[in-house]
């Protein structure tokens, strides 16, 4: 599993010899603060005091979001669209001890998100309050900690019960990871260090870092501060000792290093170096600092689009919330994975943080798997889109919040631009042209090596207040993809990213006929649905889609044969909690991703890996289990290949060719029971084949693990996807049956899902109807080695067993 390398500062002992001539042990400590809390769910007085008895409070680890505990609502407004999972207030404390004895130290506990409203205290002390529930973090506990064996108490008030807040799923909680970090008086201060690459060929790189130094002590200090540069051998490719003298409480040194030929950070081998920070006070190490990062150049043309390294490079982007399904908005590094695994699947290289900053281990993630990145800050500045949004606290807030995410940020390679809005509705008005300048202007200070841009809805050039300020060095466009054609004449010299797209609308396995009529759901603002269908399903075939949006072959014809569009962001990557358009409730959440809210992919998923990788591969949908005589359009996407011949039990329906702008072909077949066949050619010579069979009577629970063996350390996940399956291995294609999960040994259920958009059963639940033949069940490691033995049990049907080893 990847690592969260920013946090678990790890030294390699061999590197410090070299470095230091001896063997030392770092002195900061960056411990985990995420186990043994008490959590109460609602507002209750005086639990900010010492004294306060939690005793019946339910214990929990951290990251903990409460809402996906809950159950579906009409009633819960917590998004714009109604109906969803409850909010409130919640109350955290955790009751701890402080092995070191303080030696010249300081304390801080670092939040990585809260959601929202958060206010902490330590020991009845007052640290703090922040209300934005994306941003990280940190207070200085130093002052009111108790040493000596004595116990101290950490509260956390958690107020996330004015809603709407937001036009999706936000979650509620600390549902993002707590850290206590141990360090000198004097220390590289919170996000202190800063890399860039000026100057990069194949054989040199200059490497600039730039570190700020935290002195706490009142009087000067003469500090000698080495870095050296190791790569992923462990290796030190380069180093650099200064001497300081801290006259003031923050002090700065820079160092440009020269690395011979390095390894370029790339798509497909993103290659990270370390920078390791080491300050002494005469001999002694007081502080030691890692600062991830890669080396690589980028580029956007007005006329050519985006390159990376000198090379182009269309960017095949995706948009992503950050709710990770049933497990809500708490944080996994595991479930994270899983999803950028996916979307690498289908040639994805490129992640839009949709609308607010991500968590940490995810631009670690990106940062480790190679995907691009496009950091995104604010959904809403002054004016409301949701009652209860950002808008609220934008005036005391806006600044500190922006910055913050910058400093977090900044040393990630993955990251190519900084967006300082979504869709802002001071587009229209006058304001916009002040308030982007300024929010331009606060990322300009903190970094200069990234473009700034904004997602905008109106394309008109005059009519556009934020593109008027001047202050964007990228332009960003969603949606209206045939305006995309007219942006070199109303942007002569500017560059171009479509940043949101399609808004294409489907449910995995559900097809309605025929595939050739465009259905618009909904046609306009509030209008009905015309043909909508009573199971609130939404057919998987290319061709329905909102109002503002298109088809994803209409958009990504026009992005694919425009050099000048630097590549586009799918809304979105996965179905996610809220916005369920085009249905009212009981639906609950969205219909635009490419792949369901259990992970499981939909059909145009096959669309973009014939278009956006290498890998040869053929795919026919739908299922072929019909009403005899019915006509069904039978759809194929490939690649690699010149035509594909289909066939029904034998008999062949005749080749079909890719038309100019279309990415897939049809037949309308007649519904006869057998196999449906297709075989893809190049030259006359077979490709691949590819075979679909009528079902038969559903006979057995089948359970496919996407990692059989997982990490006992309490966090680690296995996905399990549950199919109903004939006797000849076919999948049911519309069975509904419930299934009943087990578990024995060192795991637990986490989850299940099945991608169904209005399922209105819990996620936390040891239970799941299957929809259109599959749900899913993840499980959880505890921390004590052993099998995990899953039974998997439906009415009259075979039962579905399988072990897992946790190690």
């Not at 798509?267 to 990062?293: C, G, H, R, W």
């Not at 699947?345 to 631009?363: D, K, V």
């Not at 080749?655 to 066949?677: A, I, S």
Request: hydrophobic letters at 35%; charged letters at 25%; one cysteine or more.
């Amino acid at each position: 599993m990847y690592q969260h390398i920013n946090k678990i500062l790890i030294i390699v002992a061999v590197a410090l010899l070299a470095a230091c001539n001896q063997k030392v042990d770092n002195p900061r400590q960056v411990e985990s603060f995420n186990k043994g809390w008490k959590f109460f769910l609602g507002d209750t007085a005086d639990a900010s005091k010492v004294s306060f008895n939690d005793a019946d409070w339910r214990a929990l680890n951290l990251p903990h979001d409460w809402s996906i505990e809950g159950e579906f609502s009409k009633d819960n407004p917590s998004t714009t669209e109604g109906g969803a999972l409850p909010t409130g207030i919640g109350w955290y404390r955790k009751t701890f001890k402080v092995d070191s004895v303080p030696q010249n130290q300081k304390y801080y506990i670092d939040f990585d998100g809260v959601f929202c409203n958060s206010e902490v205290w330590l020991n009845g002390h007052y640290l703090g309050k922040r209300p934005f529930g994306y941003i990280t973090f940190r207070y200085d506990m130093t002052p009111y900690l108790n040493f000596e064996d004595k116990e101290n108490v950490m509260a956390v008030r958690v107020d996330n019960d004015a809603q709407p807040a937001s036009r999706w799923y936000t979650g509620s909680g600390i549902y993002r990871n707590v850290w206590m970090v141990t360090i000198n008086q004097v220390h590289v201060d919170h996000w202190g260090t800063y890399i860039t690459t000026p100057k990069v060929s194949d054989e040199a790189a200059i490497v600039n870092l730039e570190v700020k130094i935290k002195n706490n002590q009142n009087a000067a200090q003469q500090l000698k501060v080495k870095t050296e540069l190791y790569d992923q051998n462990n290796q030190v490719v380069a180093q650099d000792e200064k001497s300081v003298s801290c006259k003031d409480s923050l002090c700065s040194i820079a160092y440009d290093f020269t690395v011979n030929h390095p390894v370029l950070w790339s798509i497909e081998n993103p290659y990270m170096y370390t920078a390791v920070t080491s300050v002494y006070n005469k001999k002694e190490l007081i502080d030691q600092y890692e600062t991830p990062f890669g080396i690589r150049y980028f580029e956007f043309d007005s006329a050519k689009g985006f390159f990376l390294n000198g090379q182009p490079l269309k960017i095949h982007g995706v948009n992503q919330h950050h709710d990770l399904g049933a497990l809500g908005a708490a944080v996994n590094t595991r479930a994270m994975e899983r999803q950028l695994e996916i979307l690498k699947g289908m040639g994805c290289n490129a992640i839009r943080m949709a609308h607010n900053p991500p968590a940490q281990e995810l631009l670690d993630l990106c940062d480790q798997m190679g995907f691009l990145v496009i950091d995104e800050s604010f959904d809403e500045w002054k004016k409301t889109k949701a009652k209860k949004g950002y808008h609220l606290y934008w005036d005391e807030w806006h600044v500190r919040d922006l910055q913050d995410m910058i400093l977090r940020d900044r040393n990630h390679p993955s990251i190519i631009a900084w967006s300082i809005g979504n869709e802002i509705r001071e587009q229209f008005d006058t304001t916009g042209i002040s308030i982007t300048r300024e929010l331009a202007g606060i990322v300009k200070e903190l970094d200069k090596t990234r473009p700034v841009t904004s997602a905008l809805t109106e394309q008109d050039p005059k009519k556009n207040n934020i593109y008027q300020s001047g202050a964007l060095d990228l332009i960003s466009f969603n949606y209206k993809h045939k305006e995309y054609l007219d942006f070199p004449k109303n942007y002569p010299g500017q560059k171009m990213l479509a940043s949101e797209n399609m808004s294409a609308l489907s449910t995995r396995g559900h097809y309605d006929m025929p595939s050739d009529s465009m259905r618009i759901w909904p046609s306009a603002y509030n209008a009905p649905l015309v043909g909508a269908n009573d199971d609130y399903t939404v057919s998987a075939y290319d061709h329905v889609y909102a109002y503002w949006g298109a088809t994803h072959e209409d958009t990504w014809n026009v992005v694919k044969n425009n050099d000048f569009i630097s590549g586009m962001f799918i809304w979105s990557g996965f179905d996610y909690l809220g916005e369920p358009i085009p249905y009212p409730w009981p639906a609950r959440s969205s219909y635009l991703g490419i792949i369901d809210l259990a992970g499981f992919p939909k059909d145009a998923y096959y669309l973009y890996q014939s278009e956006w990788t290498d890998k040869t591969m053929l795919h026919i949908f739908p299922h072929w289990n019909w009403e005899k005589g019915q006509d069904i359009d039978v759809w194929a996407y490939y690649n690699n290949a010149d035509e594909v011949e289909l066939f029904l039990n034998g008999k062949s329906l005749g080749t079909r060719k890719k038309e100019d702008g279309k990415f897939h072909v049809m037949w309308r077949v007649p519904f006869e029971p057998g196999t449906l066949k297709a075989v893809s050619r190049t030259d006359g010579q077979v490709v691949l084949e590819k075979e679909i069979h009528t079902a038969g009577e559903p006979y057995k629970v089948e359970l496919i693990a996407d990692r059989e063996v997982i990490n006992a350390d309490g966090t680690d996940l296995s996905f399990i996807t549950v199919k109903i399956m004939d006797k000849d291995g076919n999948m049911i294609p519309d069975a509904d049956q419930l299934v009943h999960f087990d578990i024995e040994g060192n795991g637990f259920i986490a989850g299940v899902d099945n991608g169904y958009q209005a399922s209105l059963e819990p996620f936390k639940a040891n239970y799941r109807k299957a929809f259109n033949g599959m749900c899913l069940l993840i499980v959880q490691a505890t921390e004590e080695a052993g099998d995990i033995k899953i039974t998997a049990t439906t009415d009259g049907l075979k039962n579905g067993v399988l072990t897992l080893k946790s190690k």
